[in-house]
C-alpha cells in the first residue's frame, strides 16, 4: 500500500528554517519522485520543489533562494528544508508521489500543519 | 510560468444534478492536465490526468475533457460525496494549479 507521511514542527519561529521529513512507504524513491506542496490557510495550492527518481532536484523560482530538498533512500524519506521564514508560509505542507516528468501527482501525505509566528 | 484560470470560484447545486468546472491554461499545455478533489480537512486526491483519464477507483460520474487551453470536469448525479474542492492542475510545464471551485450543496 502506498503511504506518504509528513513530519515535523507545528510551530515555526519567523526568520527560522522549517524542516520536514516525508516518510514512504509501498514504493521506492529510486522509481519515484516526490513532489512537495503547499497550501496556506483557505487557499489553493502551491508547487514547491521536486526530487526526481534519480536524486535531481528543481524549484518552483518563487521559492528557489530558500529551499532545498535531499532524500535518503535507504530510509525511504525525504527531506524539506526552507530558511529565512515569513508568516505567510504558514501552510498545510504535503508530500506527493511522482512518476516522472509530465506525470501527475498520484499518492498524497495527510499533511504537515505549519504555523510561522512572528 | 503557465497560469490557469479556474472558474467558477464556487459552485451550489441540487443532488442528482449535473456540474461542470472549466479551467483555462495560458498556453497550450497538450493534454497535461489533471483535476484532484479535495474534502475538508483531508488531502487532495487524483480524479482525473492526461485531461480524460479516469484516476483508478474513481467513479464514473466524474469524466474530463478538452484539448489545447480548454479543459472542463464534469461530475453526472451530484452525490452528497461529492461536496469538494476541486482544483485543476497542469503538469505539461513542471506544475501549476487553478485557484479551486468549492461545491456545495443547494
Known amino acids: 500500500q502506498v503511504q506518504l507521511k509528513e513530519s515535523g514542527p507545528v510551530l515555526v519561529q519567523a526568520s527560522e528554517t522549517l524542516s520536514l521529513t516525508c516518510t514512504v512507504s509501498?514504493?521506492?524513491?529510486?522509481?519515484?519522485?516526490v513532489i512537495w506542496v503547499r497550501q496556506p490557510p483557505g487557499k489553493g495550492l502551491e508547487w514547491m520543489g521536486i526530487?526526481?527518481?534519480?536524486?535531481?532536484?528543481d524549484y518552483n523560482s518563487a521559492l528557489k533562494s530558500r529551499l532545498s530538498i535531499n532524500r535518503d533512500t535507504s530510509k525511504s524519506q525525504v527531506f524539506l528544508k526552507m530558511n529565512s521564514l515569513q508568516t505567510d508560509d504558514t501552510a498545510i505542507y504535503y508530500c506527493?508521489?511522482?512518476?516522472?516528468?509530465?506525470?501527475?501527482?498520484?499518492?498524497w501525505g495527510q499533511g504537515a500543519s505549519v504555523t510561522v509566528s512572528s | 510560468d503557465i497560469q490557469m484560470t479556474q472558474s467558477p470560484a464556487s459552485l451550489s447545486a441540487s443532488l442528482g444534478e449535473t456540474v461542470t468546472i472549466e479551467c483555462r491554461a495560458s498556453?497550450?499545455?497538450?493534454?497535461?492536465l489533471a483535476w484532484y478533489q479535495q474534502k475538508p480537512g483531508k488531502s487532495p486526491q487524483l480524479l482525473i490526468y492526461?485531461?480524460?483519464s479516469l484516476h483508478t477507483g474513481v467513479p464514473s460520474r466524474f469524466s474530463g475533457s478538452g484539448s489545447g487551453t480548454q479543459y472542463s470536469l464534469k461530475i453526472n448525479s451530484l452525490q452528497s460525496e461529492d461536496v469538494a474542492s476541486y482544483f485543476c492542475?497542469?503538469?505539461?510545464?513542471?506544475?501549476?494549479f487553478g485557484a479551486g471551485t468549492k461545491l456545495e450543496l443547494k
Open positions: 492542475q497542469q503538469y505539461y510545464d513542471y506544475y501549476t
Open positions: 492526461n485531461a480524460n
Open positions: 526530487i526526481w527518481r534519480n536524486g535531481n532536484t
Open positions: 498556453e497550450d499545455i497538450y493534454n497535461g
Open positions: 509501498g514504493f521506492s524513491l529510486t522509481n519515484y519522485g
Open positions: 506527493t508521489r511522482n512518476y516522472g516528468p509530465k506525470s501527475v501527482m498520484d499518492a
